[in-house]
């Protein structure tokens, strides 16, 4: 697909949609899902927020530096900005990606108006919200974790919800501020999924997102996990921090069920779907303290090729349910919570 969409491009869009594949295995082939009028758009918005994420992400540059260029990071997006780019942040493809921003940029300028709006005002809010969360007390609190998890994935349902409307292709109630809770958990649901099992991961390069109101309860500190013989504090907290992010799934099937566009609902579906799947992978996993916690090649195609309808996406929400409800371990200290968490969506669905 994204072969086939390259042969029309001048040269600059045909380097973001290459980098686009380099820099996400994942959004790429859910990018292409979208009818033009949203495809560029969304890959441009996929890239900056990409951007972004390298300069937070890189650890191995001090917190000052990393700071200030989140919180400039939309100012790069003005017409003025033009030409800028910068080295140092990343490695690979994403470094790669700002080293030459102003491709970007300029494929940036390209857009109607209304779509580089949505983007710069996400991007600043995003900014914002990474430079005050860029030292180890972000996530104290399950507040404090609900407030990462919304600058960081919140925002950018948000941005995408408004996206939809501006095509025309979602009516614009979609996008009414009284239903920015729903997007905002689309994003919630899949940025704690990710925190969940990149445990290791995260861990290994200094970065802690489980929030210690939950950790707290079972060690004194959030490394112990990684631990073999702390195994059943470890798969306690980790049961707890599955069924907090079950709370989100209500909103997302409400967020869902008002999609009307066949190419949006696709696009949207497949990382909730695989989001709530991966969530019942790791349901008592002993694997996620151990390494990367995947879905198997053949589960992923089948969830991708059904993601197509309401209808679907509530029969598989429905299978993940039953399927973890039927892990579940009597003496789990979360256990009757999990399985009120589980019966509500096994209803809805
Ligand atoms: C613009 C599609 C559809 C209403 C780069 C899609 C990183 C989980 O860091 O790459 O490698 O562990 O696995 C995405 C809601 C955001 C939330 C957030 C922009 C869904 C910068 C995805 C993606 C809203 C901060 C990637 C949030 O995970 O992470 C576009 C509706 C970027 C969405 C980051 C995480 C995304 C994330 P890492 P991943
Ligand atoms: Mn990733
Ligand atoms: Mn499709
Ligand atoms: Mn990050
Ligand atoms: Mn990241
Ligand atoms: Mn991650």
Redo the contacts with the bound molecule.
Sequence with gaps: AIAAALGGMDDRWRWCYGILGQ??R??AL??MELEAELRDP?AI??LV??A??TV??DTAVEAVVRRALCIDFHNKLAPEAGGWTTDGFGKGAEKELLERFDTVHSCFSDLKPEYQRVIADITRE?GFGMAEHMDDTACVTIADYDRYCHY???L??????RM?AVSGLESPALADPRRDH??NS??L???K???IR?YL??LTDGRTFWPEEIWSVYADRLGAFAAPEQRKAALSCLNAMVTDALRHVPDCLE?MSAIRSPTVFH??AI??VMAMATLAEVYANPGVFAGVVKLRRGKTAVLIARATSVESVHALFFGSAVGMRAALAPADPSVEETRSALERIIRRS
């Design positions: 820099v996400s994942s959004f859910v990018i969304v918005f996929y927020l990409r972004l994420d937070e992400d995003m960081v994935a919140g950018v349902g948000l941005g995408l919800t939809f729903l997007a689309m994003g649901f899949l940025q999924t990710n925190i990149d991961e995260d967020y696009f949207v990382p909730q």
